[in-house]
């Protein structure tokens, strides 16, 4: 099924997906007061968790079986508005990432979901954009577009404790241009993670060292004299307006990854090296979207990606290609200011 949250209109609607064609068909629509917006799910795939924003507080959902129904479990105050939260990779703990107050936060998960007691909150620095969990859950990585900045943590998956890594934060910034990392997303199986960068319009590949919790920029050699940062353009060369990129995402099998653009509105494709972690424009380097596509999510098949227009209230579904191209399939309503679109494979009993 997919989720999406309309902020204003204070719900969340569910779409049921046919497994054949990608095709959506609404399925119900939920209240949720208090500005929903950031989802995250449970690595079980039985509880959804969704930010609250406007009223700095996280609701735990039971996701029922079969029907994918969801069921309030509680809500509890996080004392801030937080931009994006995830679990741990075995759904012990909420980790969430606090943008205005520049600072990121771990709760306890209860054995029935729901969220439990504050364990930790760490001072990060300004405009704390995302927060991720390598696939050992070992580490935690959060971009910062204010500090141009990646801050990396040691993760204790058995306290929840976050501790700075040794090597301090990965900085982006450049003498010639602002990039501003927004959110991060790691190659499902080689070690290199991709970030959106909000104010450059690019993406941006690193190495990932899963030894040492660090990341590095991929280089690439330029005239054969020296090597720059594996920086990619999401924008046309000849657009002049203004633009900034939002949401990424790397497709399970690791060929493609892409990134929303909010300006020029479209989503921009790049074939993935997954041996150089290197990146390429795909052909046509980017697909029009719905006004101001703050988010979009690929299904765990591979075959289909929903991307939400924040700016018209329509989400789009797309085919994706054996090319990565987008083909669009279907413009559905979803609400007011939709924040987050977010599939889910709702478990069979």
Not at 51 to 80: C, K, Q, Y
Not at 198 to 222: K, M
Request: with cysteine.
């Amino acid at each position: 099924m997919l989720l999406v949250s309309a902020s204003q209109d204070d719900k969340v609607v569910r779409f049921a997906i046919d497994e054949a064609t990608g095709r959506l068909t609404p399925a119900g629509e939920y209240s949720v007061p208090g500005g929903p917006a950031p989802m995250a799910v449970s690595p079980d795939g039985r509880t959804l968790y969704v930010s609250l924003r406007s009223s700095n507080r996280v609701a735990a959902f039971r996701i029922e079986a079969p029907t994918g129904d969801l069921a309030p479990l509680n809500e509890i105050d996080l004392g801030g508005s937080a931009t994006f939260i995830t679990t741990d990779r075995a759904g012990r703990f909420l980790l969430a990432a606090y943008y205005a107050d520049g600072r990121v936060s771990v709760n306890q998960l209860e054995s029935d979901g729901s969220v439990g007691e504050r364990i930790q909150t760490v001072d990060t620095a300004e405009k704390a954009h995302c927060i991720v969990v390598d696939r050992s859950n070992r580490f935690v990585f959060v971009p910062h577009t204010g500090a141009e900045a990646i801050f990396q943590f040691s993760f204790d998956a058995n306290s929840g404790q976050l501790t700075p890594n040794a090597a301090g934060h990965v900085s982006t910034a450049r003498p010639d241009a602002d990039h501003e990392p927004r959110h991060l997303w790691f190659h499902p199986t080689a070690d290199f993670a991709y970030v959106s960068m909000e104010r450059g319009s690019e993406i941006g590949a690193f190495h990932f060292d899963p030894q040492q919790g660090t990341l590095s920029f991929v280089t690439r050699d330029v005239g054969g004299r020296k090597s720059v940062p594996e920086i990619a353009s999401t924008i046309p060369a000849d657009f002049a307006e203004t633009n900034s990129t939002a949401d990424i995402g790397v497709t399970p099998d690791g060929r493609f990854a892409y990134v929303s653009n909010r300006g020029h509105d479209s989503i921009a494709g790049f074939r993935v090296d997954a041996e150089t972690g290197q990146v390429q424009a795909a052909d046509p380097p980017t697909t029009p979207t719905e006004k101001t596509p703050r988010s979009f999510n690929i299904h765990p098949s591979g075959n289909w990606m929903y991307v939400a227009g924040q700016g018209s209230g329509q989400l789009t579904a797309y085919r994706i290609g054996n090319d990565g191209g987008l083909t669009p399939l279907q413009t559905v309503g979803v609400g007011r200011s939709p924040s987050w679109a977010q599939v889910i494979v709702v478990p069979t009993e």
